[in-house]
T-cell receptor, first 112, second 114 residues
Framework: KAGVTQTPRYLIKTRGQQVTLSCSPI?????VSWYQQTPGQGLQFLFE???????NKGNFPGRFSGRQFSNSRSEMNVSTLELGDSALYLC???????????FGSGTQLSVL | DQQVKQNSPSLSVQEGRISILNCDYT??????FLWYKKYPAEGPTFLIS?????DKNEDGRFTVFLNKSAKHLSLHIVPSQPGDSAVYFC?????????????FGTGTLLAVQP
């Protein structure tokens, strides 16, 4: 069974641009979550989706948005990029809510 | 406000000895705790978890202890192996909210010396 797949693996953008990151969960998993990892901050929760509905949102500005499609695939979008958005963005999926998360390898975003 | 804290950024142990990684939390609503292991350039992988109704959970070389009164949990790895060298994250959630939202600590880098 394939794991959580995130594309692209690496991304370089400049300030003010926007970016879309993609996540394909493990087959059959209906819950997708997104996390941001920066040095010294650990993993910070961004959003959580279940059956195309956003169930939870972390403390991030409105520039960060996401969605989940009917096939459970998810995308997150960051608009008007800032230098501080440089981070590893991790997607995780689970079969249902209240179950352990399986993480993808992440998308490393660098904002110049 | 860091609700989950891992106060040791790094830990070094000899192969074959015990590794003890510590984690403290402040939110009494947390009722489910997990440990994840992360290698560079990879996503975190699940290691072991514990519900707040237990005080110990064991899986092979890995044991997690939970002290609810102290709001403290620890991960014991016995015996430690060089392949265990990685960053270990402690995470917590309030499962009564029917959510997969995890609050992570900042991680502890474990180095197991051969």
């Amino acid at each position: 069974k394939a794991g959580v797949t995130q594309t692209p693996r690496y991304l370089i953008k400049t300030r003010g641009q926007q970016v879309t990151l993609s996540c394909s969960p493990i087959s059959g998993h209906r819950s997708v979550s997104w996390y941001q990892q920066t040095p010294g901050q650990g993993l910070q929760f961004l959003f959580e989706y279940f059956s195309e509905t956003q169930r939870n949102k972390g403390n991030f500005p409105g520039r960060f948005s996401g969605r989940q499609f009917s096939n459970s695939r998810s995308e997150m979008n960051v608009s008007t990029l800032e230098l501080g958005d440089s981070a590893l963005y991790l997607c995780a999926s689970s079969l249902q809510l209240n179950e352990k998360l399986f993480f993808g390898s992440g998308t490393q975003l660098s904002v110049l | 406000d860091q609700q989950v804290k891992q106060n040791s950024p790094s830990l070094s142990v000899q192969e074959g000895r015990i590794s003890i990684l510590n984690c403290d939390y402040t939110n009494s609503m947390f009722d489910y705790f997990l440990w994840y292991k992360k290698y560079p350039a990879e996503g975190p992988t699940f290691l072991i978890s514990i519900s707040s109704i237990k005080d110990k959970n064991e899986d092979g070389r890995f044991t997690v202890f939970l002290n609810k009164s102290a709001k403290h949990l620890s991960l014991h790895i016995v015996p430690s192996q060089p392949g265990d060298s990685a960053v270990y994250f402690c995470a917590a959630s309030a499962q009564s909210g029917a959510t997969n939202k995890l609050i992570f600590g900042t991680g502890t880098l474990l180095a197991v010396q051969p």
